[in-house]
């Protein structure tokens, strides 16, 4: 692998790491609850920093197309997500109408407890420029996913 190739890999895979701290960040500071197309989309931003430590450890490129399978993965559960918010096409009714998973049947006939509500993926907690967090990580790992095919495709 080449220099070249070895940083723009690490630009790639430290990007994928920003993302998921970024995601625990508005988690566990922010208070904001991921639904589960969120959690889904955090899977292969982990996978790509592993594919990043084995490519680094290994100096083998051609672990940049695992990288930017991976990227891509997220990229297209982002750009999904982001149209069950927009209302352009549906996800599974647990995700987009509350669930009781998890509630035994005397907790749900117990009025005193109290459960938090469960996270609706059709629901925007949070927005930049008009864009909700799933946009932007449709957006973000699209470019991610370049730099990998860049690494992977660059020669010297």
Do not use: K, Y
Not at 93 to 121: E, M, Y
Not at 134 to 140: E, L, P, S
């Amino acid at each position: 692998m080449t220099e070249i190739q070895r940083r723009t890999m690490l630009l790639a895979g430290l990007g994928s790491a920003a993302m998921l701290a970024g995601a625990f960040g508005f988690q566990l500071i922010g208070g904001l609850a991921p639904c589960q197309l969120c959690l889904w989309q955090r899977w292969p931003h982990a996978a790509a920093v592993l594919i990043l430590g084995l490519a680094l450890l290994t100096g083998w490129r051609g672990l940049a197309w695992a990288g930017a399978l991976a990227a891509l993965a997220t990229a297209g559960l982002g750009l999904f997500h982001a149209g069950v918010e927009q209302g352009w096409w549906e996800f599974v009714s647990s995700c987009t109408q509350g669930s009781v998973a998890g509630l035994s049947g005397s907790d749900l006939l117990n009025t005193d407890i109290s459960a938090a509500p469960p996270v609706r993926c059709d629901q925007i907690p949070w927005s930049f420029l008009g864009l909700s967090m799933a946009a932007w990580n449709a957006i973000v790992s699209a470019g991610l996913t370049g730099l990998w095919l860049l690494a992977a495709t660059r020669r010297g």
